[in-house]
């Protein structure tokens, strides 16, 4: 049987065109469902407090930093949205008083436009915000040498290859509300993808790019970051691929309950814990990978049942 078109771009694939079936059995799931879904290599960890939430999301830069030495340097990859975390990040750097001359950071991606990464003056700007937030931030005795903060650039090659300098412990992200990492959205449906999205293994030899985003993306874009102004929002972007995502020794995503909704994270959790890996969701394609981690702060899982107001 043919899938469905997308409900919401018809052009695109997106999570509108799993079968019925799928999405009426995850929009049942309750918070202790979710819980349950912890498998070998999917670990599922809640959180009661925002506080204990935040603060969880910074240590794992501690975490990743504090393996870091002049033989094995050691960075951690992250995300903006959220960013809720980094100012802890540098408080943390500071209080603990830990050396970063060896730790690497990557940033996940950029906005891509006129035919190059977006400066640092634009009011989109991914990298300005980690350091806005974060790198500015820490003492600069303990700060990471430049040359060991990676941003994805129009040409990725300067990017792709930091990714051998040192080793990536963990690569932390939020969730899109179309169910991307990242920008790794899903795919056009044109092509030889007509009929049905590339399989995992073929999406998976993805890596650092160039990408077209969901018309969904952006409208989540403009309403996070630009009130709601979705001209200001590029339609293309600069991502971290899966080929590094697979290089990173743990996946944490982080689900505070308002970047995706509620149907948004129990979805991409339950094809990761059940491995119904499919590009037209991006994020369960992690069901593939042998070390990711969902951290939801339990008061934001909400339900998925109609409440008119």
Same mark, same amino acid.
């Given at each position: 049987?043919?899938? $469905?078109?997308?409900?919401? *771009?018809?052009?695109?694939?997106?999570?509108?065109?799993?079968?019925?079936?799928?999405?009426?059995?995850?929009?049942?799931?309750?918070?202790?469902?979710?819980?349950?879904?912890?498998?070998?290599? +999917?670990?599922? #960890? @809640?959180?009661?407090?925002?506080?204990?939430?935040?603060?969880? /999301?910074?240590?794992?830069?501690?975490?990743?930093?504090?393996?870091?030495?002049?033989?094995?340097?050691?960075?951690?990859?992250?995300?903006?949205?959220?960013?809720?975390?980094? $100012?802890?990040?540098?408080?943390?750097?500071?209080?603990?008083?830990?050396?970063?001359?060896? *730790? !690497?950071?990557?940033?996940?991606? /950029?906005?891509?436009?006129?035919?190059?990464? #977006?400066?640092?003056? !634009?009011?989109?700007? +991914?990298?300005?915000?980690?350091?806005?937030?974060?790198?500015?931030?820490?003492?600069?005795?303990?700060?990471?040498? /430049?040359?060991?903060? !990676?941003?994805?650039?129009?040409?990725?090659?300067?990017? &792709?290859?930091?990714?051998?300098?040192?080793?990536?412990?963990?690569?932390?992200?939020?969730?899109?509300?179309? &169910?991307?990492?990242?920008?790794?959205?899903?795919?056009?449906?044109?092509?030889?993808? #007509?009929?049905?999205?590339?399989?995992?293994?073929?999406?998976?030899?993805?890596?650092?790019?160039?990408?077209?985003?969901?018309?969904?993306?952006?409208? =989540?874009?403009?309403?996070?970051?630009?009130?709601?102004?979705?001209?200001?929002?590029?339609? =293309?972007?600069?991502?971290?691929?899966?080929?590094?995502?697979?290089?990173?020794?743990?996946?944490?995503?982080?689900? $505070?309950?308002?970047?995706?909704?509620?149907?948004?994270?129990?979805?991409?959790?339950?094809?990761?814990?059940?491995?119904?890996?499919?590009?037209?969701?991006? @994020?369960?394609?992690? *069901?593939?990978?042998?070390?990711?981690?969902?951290?939801?702060?339990?008061?934001?899982?909400?339900?998925?049942?109609?409440?008119? !107001?």
């Amino acid at each position: 049987m043919a899938r $469905p078109l997308s409900k919401i *771009a018809p052009d695109w694939w997106d999570y509108t065109t799993l079968p019925k079936e799928l999405l009426e059995e995850v929009a049942r799931l309750t918070a202790k469902d979710i819980e349950n879904l912890s498998r070998d290599g +999917f670990r599922v #960890v @809640m959180y009661d407090s925002l506080e204990d939430f935040w603060l969880a /999301e910074a240590l794992e830069y501690i975490e990743a930093w504090k393996q870091a030495t002049p033989d094995e340097p050691v960075g951690i990859c992250g995300p903006i949205g959220p960013t809720e975390q980094l $100012p802890l990040v540098a408080r943390l750097v500071n209080a603990l008083e830990l050396d970063l001359k060896h *730790a !690497h950071f990557w940033g996940m991606d /950029e906005w891509y436009l006129d035919g190059k990464e #977006v400066p640092e003056s !634009h009011p989109l700007s +991914f990298a300005r915000t980690d350091k806005e937030l974060c790198f500015n931030r820490i003492r600069p005795d303990l700060r990471m040498p /430049e040359a060991n903060l !990676h941003f994805p650039a129009a040409d990725p090659t300067e990017y &792709k290859n930091s990714w051998r300098k040192a080793r990536c412990a963990i690569m932390q992200g939020g969730q899109g509300e179309i &169910k991307h990492w990242a920008f790794n959205d899903p795919p056009k449906r044109e092509g030889k993808y #007509v009929d049905n999205p590339p399989s995992p293994e073929e999406y998976r030899q993805l890596a650092t790019r160039v990408v077209d985003l969901h018309p969904l993306t952006l409208v =989540q874009n403009a309403r996070t970051s630009g009130g709601g102004n979705i001209p200001l929002v590029p339609s =293309q972007a600069i991502t971290v691929g899966p080929v590094e995502t697979w290089q990173a020794g743990r996946v944490s995503i982080w689900h $505070p309950g308002w970047h995706d909704n509620a149907f948004g994270i129990r979805l991409t959790a339950f094809m990761i814990s059940k491995r119904i890996p499919d590009a037209s969701v991006p @994020m369960s394609l992690l *069901a593939d990978h042998p070390n990711v981690q969902f951290n939801y702060y339990r008061p934001g899982i909400g339900t998925c049942e109609t409440d008119m !107001h």
